[in-house]
């Protein structure tokens, strides 16, 4: 098993500066579900997939040779891949949407940034109001000859839903820090501080790509980044992000309902934080006294 690679995340203003980029993860964070499961599933490979990605998680597979041979035993349809967007769809967390529109509204950049398959995260995103451009997901090729391919009037949209994947685009999203090395490339045509939301491995990799990791708990929560992420949310919800990123007293009165539960959560101690001093920064910001460290609770 190899060692966990270093975190060495960029150091947070004393007060708690505001964030200008917010990033998230798709699969178990801004949705309840994992796609390549669900595809797993749908093939009846549940088992090889779940061994697979358990070596990854242990360490004894790199990322990208898992990811391939994850691809090679679904061998996806381009119509289960629009299946797998309306999935997300069907399962976004209930407060997402809400969230997203806050941030963008209240002037803040919002991206995906997911190890899933392109297609049907970037439909994902474009149902969320998200431009093409602000979603990194990983691209694959398709096999046009699958199926019955010359049936044309049974292709929507032109294209053969019979038509099969046939290999990835062997980009970062694929390969062990790979996050991080996209979401660096997308710093540097965006500026501002940037805090990343996720709950996986490859989120917590990339911790030293951004100013403040939170790390989520909502879906899935995982041990490693319960006990690593400066910043953790416990619970399903996405509301927290709002006064994380904007670390202010309120909100405007559109969003400021969405805000309020946001800062109760936080208070409640369904967020929690690594160090007491990043709590009582955020506390300072949001303008109420300390009375509980949520990291003690």
């Known amino acids: 098993m190899t060692s966990p690679p270093a975190l060495h995340p960029r150091p947070l203003a004393p007060d708690w500066a505001p964030f200008e980029l917010a990033i998230f993860d798709c699969d178990s964070t801004l949705c309840a579900v994992e796609g390549i499961d669900a595809m797993a599933r749908w093939s009846g490979r549940e088992a090889e997939v779940a061994a697979l990605t358990q070596r990854a998680m242990n360490g004894e597979l790199p990322l990208e040779t898992v990811y391939s041979r994850r691809l090679e035993l679904l061998n996806p349809t381009r119509d289960q891949m ?12 209930p407060d997402a949407r809400p969230v997203l529109e ?21 439909e994902f995103g474009r149902w969320l109001g998200l431009a093409d451009d602000h979603v990194y997901a990983v691209e694959v090729e398709y096999n046009e000859l699958a199926g019955r391919w010359w049936e044309s009037w049974r292709h929507p949209g ?3 839903p019979d038509e099969r994947v ?27 501080r940037a805090l990343l939301v996720g709950d996986g491995i490859t989120d917590l990799e990339a911790a030293g790509a951004v100013d403040l990791l939170v790390g989520f708990g909502g879906v899935v929560s995982r041990e490693r980044m319960r006990a690593q992420a ?3 949310i416990h619970t399903p919800a996405l ?11 309120d909100a405007p009165a559109e969003h400021q309902a969405l805000y309020r539960r946001g800062v109760e959560l936080i208070r409640a101690g369904q967020v929690t934080f ?24």
């Open 239 to 249: 509301a927290p992000v709002l006064p994380l990123a904007l670390a202010r007293p």
């Open 82 to 93: 629009r299946r797998l967007g309306k999935l997300y769809r069907d399962t976004l967390l």
């Open 230 to 232: 400066p910043v953790f």
């Open 274 to 297: 690594r160090d007491p001093a990043l709590y009582a920064a955020l506390a300072r910001r949001l303008g109420f006294v300390v009375d509980l460290d949520p990291a003690e609770s």
């Open 158 to 160: 032109g294209r053969n």
């Open 166 to 192: 046939l290999a990835h685009d062997g980009g970062p999203l694929t390969l062990g820090q790979g996050k991080a090395e996209v979401i660096r490339k997308l710093r540097r045509a965006h500026r501002g």
């Open 102 to 122: 806050a941030l963008r509204a209240l002037g803040r950049q919002v991206f995906i940034v997911s190890g899933g398959l392109a297609e049907g995260v970037r």
